[in-house]
Nanobody, 126 residues
Framework: QLHLVERGGVSVQAGGSLRLSCTASGDINANWCVSWFRRAPGKEPEGVAALGGDGRETYTDSVKGRFTISKDNAMNTSYLQMNNLKPEDTAMYYC????????????????????WGQGTQVTVSS
């Protein structure tokens, strides 16, 4: 029902910056908890960032101070600004949404994310 499309992934040198976008179509509620996850080949998925309906932001320790999550409700789009990229950031990046009312004000990396995009590949070379 809810369709999510990620864009912006590309190959970049260490120290560079990228901005990923996630655009949603369908019946959208601006209060939904939106998040970004990533998965490197052969590794477990990792939660990266989350943004709640109250504006609170959550980040995994490895990206704090480098990544910023935001959204534009008028465009039905979430963004992940990625600065000072490192080779360890190489992964497929996915956006995900929780429709849970509880997660409106309790949005974090352990939310009940039921809607996922297809992903966009980010490759960082040293």
């Amino acid at each position: 029902q809810l369709h999510l499309v990620e864009r912006g992934g590309v190959s970049v040198q260490a120290g560079g910056s990228l901005r990923l976008s996630c655009t949603a179509s369908g019946d959208i509620n601006a209060n939904w908890c939106v998040s970004w996850f990533r998965r490197a080949p052969g590794k477990e998925p990792e939660g990266v960032a989350a943004l709640g309906g109250d504006g609170r932001e959550t980040y995994t320790d490895s990206v704090k101070g480098r990544f910023t999550i935001s959204k534009d409700n008028a465009m039905n789009t979430s963004y992940l600004q990625m600065n000072n990229l490192k080779p360890e950031d190489t992964a497929m990046y996915y956006c995900a949404v929780s429709r849970s009312v509880f997660d409106y004000l309790n949005c974090g990396l352990s939310g009940t994310f039921g809607d996922w995009g297809q992903g966009t590949q980010v490759t960082v070379s040293s």
